[in-house]
């Protein structure tokens, strides 16, 4: 994988809890892009990659080793991460494809409008048996 993420790319945040969306309209919710105590959002970069191999990825890097089931994942353009002045860097641990959200603001409320405008740009794409 490159070391730099384009704009262009797609990432995807793996969802495996249901407090993640709302089953009622398919939407992410902002609870999933909110970040660790670190100040990052775990996410994986998806360019080039079947769906097949996404589900593999977070199936054996993200479900298995929290001991939760992968319910599906939330898409999302690096653009609109990059428009709420966050950046997407490169950490290939536990995976070549991992990446994190950084540059969080300190103060809670900023944070989670932002997850909130992240959500809204999501493209959620769930399993069949959540």
Avoid at 26 to 43: C, D, I, L, Q
Avoid at 79 to 87: G, N, P, T, V
Wanted: aromatic share 8%.
């Amino acid at each position: 994988m490159d070391k730099i993420i384009s704009e262009d790319e797609d990432i995807t945040r793996f969802i495996n809890q249901k407090s993640y969306f709302r089953s009622s309209d398919k939407t992410a919710r902002h609870n999933a892009f909110m970040p660790n105590k670190y100040g990052e959002t775990s996410v994986y970069r998806i360019i080039g990659i079947t769906d097949f191999v996404i589900y593999e990825i977070g199936k054996k890097f993200v479900a298995e080793k929290q001991g939760k089931p992968l319910i599906g994942r939330a898409d999302l353009s690096v653009s609109e991460i990059l428009k709420c002045r966050l950046k997407v860097e490169p950490d290939t641990q536990p995976h070549p494809r991992h990446a994190n959200i950084c540059n969080w603001p300190r103060e809670r409320s900023e944070t989670k409008m932002i997850a909130i405008e992240l959500a809204a740009a999501a493209r959620l794409h769930l399993l069949n048996s959540p």
